[in-house]
């Protein structure tokens, strides 16, 4: 990096109580024990730009790895959803044109009706991206269905500048490094091998072990609470 370039990061605020009320609501859910009643869900999107080469790449051979020219053609972009069960070992990724109301409206109802039909009630941890809301029901289902689905949702927040405290951050880390990590060239093929890499990590059962507990944020993150003036 040249030395004159910094780095940019996302700071909270000291003394922020709107940011430590949300992060230790959302902290008090991972404490809850497994429940497939109550399922904790934690849902996230990205985007990832689909590329292609303008020339043909060398495939590797024994001992050289794949050589890929340096220019390439942009061919637009592609959403994806994850959406994980973090003490269940589970998550499932869809793939999407865009990040719409009518996107996210979509994605809730797969989660109650496909992914969790059995759920009395589905615990679902959001950042707080626009769509984000269980409003968006309203705008793209007729009133009783969008009530119903509403019904089936306890909505929590990660507080801003805290994407950190969504598990479907680590799973899309996690994509990234093992899937996404390439040129890919359309919606297709990325749907495919999204689809390999998640039936292969569910196979693996890997389960989320969230150590971070409120008692933690109190001392590690001290600056972010407000300080209280004994009253005289």
Known sequence: MKPWL???????????ADFVCAMEDVLEVYTRPYDPLRPVVCV??????????????????????????????RRGTA?????CQPLAGWRHVKVTDRRTNEDFANLLR??????????????????????????????????HEA?????RFELHY????????NIAECE????????????????????????????SRNAENIQVDWQFTTADARIKLKRLYPVLVPAK
């Open 6 to 16: 910094k780095e940019h990061w996302v700071l909270p605020k000291a003394a922020d």
């Open 110 to 143: 797969d989660i109650s009706d496909v992914h969790f039909p059995d759920a009395e009630k589905i615990v679902l941890v959001v950042d707080n991206l626009n769509t984000h809301k269980l409003s968006v029901l309203y705008r793209v289902f007729p009133p």
């Open 79 to 83: 959403n994806l959803f994850m959406v």
């Open 44 to 73: 996230d999107e990205a985007s990832k730009q689909l590329v292609a080469d303008v020339t043909p790449s060398w495939p590797m051979q024994p001992g050289q790895p794949l050589r890929q020219d340096y220019e390439y053609e």
């Open 172 to 199: 899309f880390s996690a994509l990234g490094r093992q899937c996404l990590n390439r040129r890919i060239d359309d919606q297709l093929f990325l749907t495919s091998e999204v689809k390999a890499w998640n039936h």
């Open 147 to 151: 009530r119903r689905l509403y019904e």
């Open 158 to 165: 990660t507080p801003k500048h805290a994407s950190w405290l």
